[in-house]
């Protein structure tokens, strides 16, 4: 149970969302404004779609279509950049924010993942540069701080496609963190023909602007529940207001696609972090929801200037964290 929708797509028996997207004809508009109350129409449209036909891979694509609306209103929100809810303002076509952004996008890989989840694999990852967050544990942190291959939209879709023949059961949108990309990734879908289900392998820091037009092209949201209160997510990541951000977007992803959370359990973290954020899915994401709990923590990057983390999980607290997890979550699946 849980991931139906994901697993239709993949027998074939449903459509994954950008490509209903990329069938709704849309009017092109020149200012942001008018844009949006265009995007805001479509996207009733949309919802109505989304239960279609196969069939509906048939049609032939409008010219300009929803995605295509997508892709355009992505690119003026870079304008005063506010894809995450750091909310720099920064206009990404003239310098760079926190994230190190500008316009063009790059990645560090591409290829067929078999270490995910058993639901995803072997999953089509993209790992692309950069990231929202600032994490002293970072275990890519050569993936964050460093830019590696431009991205070419139309390379990249063909790439997705090769891959579906490979067997690929998805294209997993990763990093670093996919949020500050998500006007490339708009682009690389416009190119894909491949009915492929869209993971988005996020931090969930997004911000509601981000998520009222990448929603509409995610079919799973594969997000890191990294901490259980704002004070330590400020600590190890300098995000700030954290918990209130990050529980407002797994509720509304949960409304607007499908979830499989993951929790990196950290050591001296059960009680304000682990405990907290189980409590909290079991509370608020009702049952179907995938919840993986990781005991794979190491200390890497900056973590030896923090004594409390700079050491690997004892077995007693991967006991208790996975006891905490399993009474809590016990009737999610």
Known sequence: MGLERYEAINRGEAVAKFQIAKRIEAEW???LEDMLQIHKKLKQEFKKLLDSDVSILNEDPPGYSFLHLKKDILYRMLEECNFCERRCGIN?????GF??????????????HVGEEPELIPSHTIFFNRCTFACVFCQNYD???????????????LAIDVRYKHGSRNVNFVGGN????????????????????VVWNSNMYHS??????IEDFVDVWLGDFKYGNSRCALKYSRVSRYWEIVTRNFLRARENGELLIRHLVMPSHIECCTEPIVSWVAENLGQHT???LMFQYYPTFKAWDYPEIARRLSAEEMEKASRIAENRLKNLV
């Open 290 to 292: 995938r919840f993986n």
């Open 178 to 197: 996919p949020d500050q990309h998500a006007h490339t990734i708009a682009e690389i879908l416009l190119h894909v023909s491949s009915n492929i289900p």
């Open 208 to 213: 509601t602007e981000l998520a009222e037009i």
């Open 29 to 31: 508009a020149e200012n």
């Open 99 to 112: 994230c190190k952004c500008g316009v063009t996008s790059y990645y560090s890989s591409e290829f067929l």
């Open 143 to 157: 993936i964050v701080y460093d830019d590696d291959y431009i991205v070419y939209p139309r390379e990249l879709a």
């Open 92 to 96: 990404r076509f003239e310098k760079k």
